[in-house]
C-alpha cells in the first residue's frame, strides 16, 4: 500500500469522526448534566439526515443544514419537557427503557414520513471537486468537514468557558443539587442543555448527507 493511500484512508476516518464527535459531544452534555443515558441520541442524528435531505430539495443544501440540526433541536427540547422532565428521578432502567422506546418511535416517524428506502443526498455546492494528494483524489467535502470538526469544539469551548449559561451548566455538571439551591432554574436548563444536544447531534446528521444515504438503520448504528 502506497503513503498516498494510507494518507487517504486516514483523512476519510478524520472525516467521519468530524460528525461523531458532533454526536458524542451532545451526548456527553446530556449526560453530564441531566446524569440521564439517552439511548436515542442516534435517532436525532437520523433525524437530522432525513430532515436535511428534504429541505436541501426545497431550499439547498447550505440553507438545509442548520435549518434541520435547529428542527432537531426543538424536537429535543419538546423530548425533554414532556417526556425525560418526568423521569429524571426513576431508576435507571426505567430511564433507559424510556429513551428506547422513543427510538422506536422516531423509527416509525421516519418510517411513515419519508417509507423505507434510503435517501440520497446532494452534494454540496461549491465542494464537489477533489483535492490531489499524492495522486490519489480525495473529495473537498470531507476536508471541510475534518475542519468543521475543530471548529464546531472551539465554539463548544467558548460557550461553556466564556458565558454565564455555560458557567451554570458546567456549575449543573458537578452539583445539581447545590446549583439548585443557589437559584438556578435547573427546567430551563435542563431543556437548554438537552437543546443544545440535539442540536450537535442533527447537525452531525445532516453534514453526513452528502456522504451516506438517511437510512432508518443509521439511529442504532451510530449510537452503538
Same mark, same amino acid.
Given at each position: ?18 460528525? %461523531? ?30 430532515? *436535511? ?9 447550505? *440553507? ?8 432537531? +433541536? ?23 427503557? *424510556?429513551? &428506547?422506546? %422513543? ?5 416509525? *416517524? ?23 494528494? +499524492? ?13 468543521? +470538526? ?5 465554539? %463548544? ?10 458557567? %451554570? ?20 436548563? &435542563? ?13 452531525? +446528521? ?19
Amino acid at each position: 500500500m502506497s503513503l498516498s493511500s494510507v494518507l487517504i484512508q486516514f483523512l476519510n476516518g478524520l472525516a467521519s469522526a468530524s460528525s %461523531l464527535f458532533l454526536v458524542a459531544a451532545g451526548l456527553s452534555l446530556i449526560f453530564g448534566v441531566t446524569r440521564i443515558v439517552n439511548f436515542a441520541h442516534g435517532s436525532l442524528y437520523m433525524l437530522g439526515m432525513y430532515i *436535511a435531505v428534504w429541505l436541501a430539495e426545497r431550499i439547498g443544501f447550505w *440553507a438545509a443544514v442548520p435549518l434541520a440540526a435547529a428542527i432537531v +433541536g426543538v424536537i429535543g427540547s419538546l423530548t425533554e419537557i414532556f417526556l425525560l422532565r418526568r423521569i429524571y428521578k426513576a431508576p435507571e432502567l426505567l430511564q433507559l427503557l *424510556a429513551t &428506547f422506546a %422513543l427510538v422506536l418511535v422516531v423509527k416509525d *416517524a421516519a418510517l411513515w414520513a419519508w417509507g423505507p428506502e434510503d435517501l440520497l443526498g446532494p452534494r454540496a455546492p461549491g465542494l464537489q471537486g477533489a483535492a490531489d494528494f +499524492g495522486g490519489s483524489a480525495f473529495p473537498e467535502y470531507d476536508l471541510f468537514l475534518i475542519l468543521a +470538526g475543530p471548529l464546531v469544539l472551539a465554539a %463548544l469551548w467558548l460557550l461553556l468557558n466564556r458565558t454565564r449559561w455555560g458557567i %451554570l451548566v458546567r456549575a449543573a455538571s458537578q452539583d445539581r443539587e447545590m446549583a439548585g439551591a443557589l437559584g438556578v432554574d435547573q427546567r430551563l436548563l &435542563f431543556t437548554g442543555v438537552f437543546a443544545l444536544g440535539a442540536f450537535l447531534a442533527g447537525l452531525g +446528521g445532516a453534514l453526513q448527507i452528502p456522504r451516506e444515504p438517511a437510512s432508518l438503520a443509521i439511529d442504532l448504528a451510530v449510537i452503538s
